[in-house]
T-cell receptor, first 110, second 114 residues
Framework: DAKTTQPNSMESNEEEPVHLPCNHSTISGTDYIHWYRQLPSQGPEYVIH???SNVNNRMASLAIAEDRKSSTLILHRATLRDAAVYYCILRFYNTDKLIFGTGTRLQVFP | NAGVTQTPKFQVLKTGQSMTLQCAQD?????MSWYRQDPGMGLRLIHY???????DQGEVPNGYNVSRSTTEDFPLRLLSAAPSQTSVYFC?????????????FGEGSWLTVV
């Protein structure tokens, strides 16, 4: 199964943009790239997903490399409420499985 | 719309006891799954189901049983609890058929085995 690699932690100041990278060099052509985040003592919540093209929603943007071997989650203006663990996940076509990595712990400072 | 509901939220078990973690969803999702999360770790897939009557193993299935008799419910059974099963358990569900479908998670069940 394809795996993802993320930095263990990142820091940001409030109101600044944050770029969270993810490597997924073994991704296959039909795997979707999903991002979820987990606040303390809560279940993961959906952030964004994409296949090939860059994606935007009200929470974030997802930039996908042309070769799809990496992607970047972009929080345009970090807030204190964005402090969480962010997981980059590949969702496998046909199996519906999600395999989580260890994620990136984002700290946001006032 | 309750989403994904897990019960109980907290449970303490003695080694060797059995118990069932309940998971229910009201979104008519075909896909349901169970994950465990150990301290400081990401989630690991235990078992999953793509529809009523169909289940399959994930990354860490040993010590756990599942069944899927209805679309709505996907209980996780611990047959003989061990301290190594102390963890937080998350149930999740989504529509099938498209890998872009969002997966919804429950709030978690904190299990301690002493």
């Amino acid at each position: 199964d394809a795996k993802t690699t993320q930095p263990n932690s990142m820091e940001s100041n409030e109101e600044e943009p944050v770029h969270l990278p993810c490597n997924h060099s073994t991704i296959s052509g039909t795997d979707y790239i999903h991002w979820y985040r987990q606040l303390p003592s809560q279940g993961p919540e959906y952030v964004i997903h994409g296949l090939t093209s860059n994606v935007n929603n009200r929470m974030a943007s997802l930039a996908i490399a042309e070769d799809r071997k990496s992607s970047t989650l972009i929080l345009h203006r970090a807030t204190l409420r964005d402090a969480a663990v962010y997981y980059c996940i590949l969702r496998f076509y046909n199996t519906d499985k999600l395999i989580f990595g260890t994620g990136t712990r984002l700290q946001v400072f006032p | 719309n309750a989403g994904v509901t897990q019960t109980p939220k907290f449970q303490v078990l003695k080694t060797g006891q059995s118990m069932t973690l309940q998971c229910a969803q009201d979104m008519n999702h075909e896909y349901m799954s169970w994950y465990r999360q150990d301290p400081g770790m990401g989630l690991r897939l235990i078992h999953y189901s793509v529809g009523a009557g169909i289940t399959d193993q994930g990354e860490v299935p040993n010590g756990y049983n599942v069944s899927r008799s209805t679309t709505e419910d996907f209980p996780l059974r611990l047959l003989s609890a061990a301290p190594s099963q102390t963890s937080v358990y998350f149930c999740a569900s989504s529509y099938r058929g498209h890998s872009g479908n969002t997966i919804y998670f429950g709030e978690g069940s904190w299990l301690t085995v002493v």
